[in-house]
C-alpha cells in the first residue's frame, strides 16, 4: 500500500485527491500540507480522509510523514524546490504543470530524479483524454501524409478577478501569463503530437488583464522543418473554442474531432470531399481506439501507480515536462527580444537560466489587487471541450 501526501490543498489539489481516492486498494493519503492548516484540515473532512495527519509546512511532512508519494500542487514557484527535497528524501513526485518556471530549474529537478532513482511526473492530464488519444493515434497511423500546417487555438477566459489571487499576474511567482499556466496544456499536446519545432517567432501582449504583470494573450508561429504550426495562448477567448487543426498532404484531422480530404480536379482546384475512401479508412482508425478505464488526473495517476508497482517510467516523465517549459520560454524570448529562437534552448541562452525571464519581461500593468483566497467554482479543462 502506498503512502500518499498532498502538498497545496487549493483549487486543483482535489483532482489529485479524488484520483487517488479511485486506487484503495493501491494506496491511501496519510499527509496534507499547506501554508494555511486550517485549509488542510478542512480538505481532510471533506474528503472523509480519516487518518491523514495535518502539515503546515511542506519540509516537514517530507521529513516526518513517511509517505512514498507526494503530489505537489502549490503554485509553480515553489515546484522545484519541493519536488527537489521529496526526491532527495527517496519519495516518487507528481508535480502540478507547469514543471517549474525555468528550465535550469527543470534540470535540477530531473539530475535529482537520476539520482533518487525514483520516479516523476508532470502533470498532462489531457494525455490521458479519448479524443487527444484519437488524435494522435490517427496522426501515429501516417493516413494524413506528411504535416503541412497546425493550428492550435489554447483559448481561454479569465476575468479581471482571475489575477487578484495573491501568487497570480506576477513573473515573479506565477511565472508567466496563460502561455505558461495555461496553454501549457497545448504546448504539451503540440510536443506529444509533433515533436519538438526547430524555431519560434512570437508576439506577447496583455490587452485585457489591467491587473497583471503578465501577458494575457501571445500568438507564436512554430517551424518543424518546411511545417508550420500558429498557437494562440489567451485568457481573452470568450467562450473558450479550443481546437487543434492538423493539415497532412492528403486530409485534415482536427480535435474536436473532424476529418476531411479533398482530391484535386485536372487543374488543381479542389473536389470537395473527393477522397473518400482516406475519410473512411481514417475514421476506421478513429473508431478503432479502445476507451480509456481513467481520464484526466485520474488517468496519470492511475499511470504512475502502476509505474511504481511494475518499475516502469512513467507516461509522463520529467523530460516531457522539461520540454514545455523549454518551448514556453522560447515563446517568452521570442516576444520579448523580438528575434527568431532557435531549439534546443542552450545552457548558455540567458533565458535558460532561472530569474533572466523576471529581470528583462515587460510589466504590462501594475498588480493592484492581491487577495489569499477566493470563492468560485474552478474548471478544469475549457469550458466548451
Ligand atoms: N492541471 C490543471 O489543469 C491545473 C489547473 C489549475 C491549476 N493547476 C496548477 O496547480 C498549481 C496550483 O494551482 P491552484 O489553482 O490549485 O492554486 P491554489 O492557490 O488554489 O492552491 C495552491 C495551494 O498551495 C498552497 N501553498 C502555497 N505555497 C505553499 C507552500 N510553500 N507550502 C505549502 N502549501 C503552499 C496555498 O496555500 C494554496 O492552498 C499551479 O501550478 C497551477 O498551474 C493545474
Redesign the pocket.
Known sequence: MLKIGI???????D?HIRGYLEFPEQCEIVAL????AE?AEAKRVRFGLEGAVVYS??ERLIADAGVDLVSI????S??AE?SIAALRAGIHVIV???MAASVEDCDAMLAAQRESGRLLSV?A?NRFRDDLMILKEVLDSGLIGSISHVRIDSAWWRGLPYYD?W?RGTWESEGGGPTL?HAI?HIDLSLWLLGRPEAVVSMITNVQHDNAEVEDLSVAILRYGRALAQLTSSVVHHGERQEIVIQGERAQIAQPWSVAADSAQPNGFPQRGGNRELVTEIEAVAAAHRPLPHVG?TGQIADVLDAIATGRAPAVGGEDGRSAVELVTAIYESGIEGAVVHLPLRPDDPYYRTGTLVERAPRFYRKRESVYDQDGA?I??ASTV
Open positions: 502538498i497545496g490543498v487549493g483549487n486543483i489539489a483532482e500540507s499547506d501554508l494555511s485549509k509546512d511542506a500542487a502549490t503554485p509553480p515553489s515546484h519541493f502540478e504543470k507547469p502533470i492530464q489571487l501568487w499556466n496544456h488526473h474552478i478544469v479543462g
